[in-house]
């Protein structure tokens, strides 16, 4: 199934956006780009997932002052290592307060609704609190994101949140829970959708002066069934390893009507 929608509207700015639908909690064919399994509070699993960020094995811990101390804030990072997203390797990233990661070079605002890499994108608040922190390490081997004991905005006294990122150089991409005070399915609004997942897309310039807009691509989504994220909760999504390279790609048997483009770096779908 390919998942590119056509035009479906020009937002102001001149920038036609083209998403997959709001209401959709999961995409039939993820599988195309990543597996990823979900491990609930019994599972071992989980606590080999997390990421203790007082262990200084882990390596050094940094505390983003601006980030722990601010709202709708986002500071780019830069990677010690080259991370598989999609088939491009990324070496940017950049943290923001909402619960997410963009993924995308920041050229225009609305791919910040399809580059990115939630573990819960949400309306927090660090700056509520002192205790709100957003932390981060790099050890050559995993990038990991901590928003710890952050808080809704306009909704503090329902509790605070604690979870992580982490961006393995394999590719490979966890979520997990320590403190979820809500279910997650009480908590959006249409001004702060709740989202839990991975998404891609890519802008095309118009050729011409005669083209009316540009247009981003959204074509790939994988959301995690938000009823599912609870505190002691972990994701773990694994990329299909003809996602990583051209070179796996044009070597892979799978049979997935899509192949490697030079222009974007990144492999393609046909189907």
């Known amino acids: 199934m390919d998942h590119t929608r056509k035009s479906i509207g020009v937002l102001g700015g001149g920038v036609t956006i083209n ?11 993820s599988a195309k780009y990543y597996t990823w399994r979900y491990f609930g509070t019994k599972d071992q699993r989980i606590r080999d997932l997390w990421v203790d960020m007082s262990d200084p094995r882990h390596g050094q811990v940094r505390d983003h002052s601006l980030l722990s101390n601010s709202y709708k804030q986002a500071v780019r990072v830069a990677l010690s290592f080259a991370f598989p997203f999609y088939g491009h390797h990324l070496r940017l990233i950049t943290i923001a307060t909402g619960g997410f990661i963009f993924t995308g070079d920041i050229t225009h605002r609305m791919l910040t609704m399809t580059q990115y890499i939630a573990p819960l994108m949400a309306n927090f ?9 957003v932390k981060y390490l790099d050890n050559g081997e995993v990038f990991v994101v901590q928003w710890g004991n952050v808080r809704l905005s306009g909704r ?6 604690t979870f992580q990122a982490a961006l393995y150089r394999t590719g ?3 979520f997990s829970y320590q403190e979820i005070p809500l279910s997650l399915d009480t908590m ?8 839990v997942g991975l998404s891609d897309a890519f802008m095309v310039t118009p050729s011409s002066p005669q083209s009316p807009a540009q247009q981003i691509y959204e074509y790939h989504r994988a959301e995690i069934d938000i009823t599912k994220i609870t505190s002691y909760s972990a994701v773990e999504f694994t990329p299909l390893p003809c996602k990583l390279n051209c070179e796996l790609c044009l070597s892979s048997r799978e049979s997935l009507g899509c192949s490697w483009c030079h222009v974007l770096q990144s492999q393609v779908n046909y189907k």
């Open 188 to 195: 959006g609004s249409a001004e702060h959708p709740i989202k």
């Open 19 to 29: 998403t997959l639908p709001d209401n959709m909690t999961q995409i039939a064919d």
């Open 172 to 174: 490979t991409i966890t």
């Open 125 to 133: 608040d660090p700056n509520y609190s002192k205790e709100s922190t």
């Open 156 to 161: 503090e006294s329902e509790g605070a949140f």
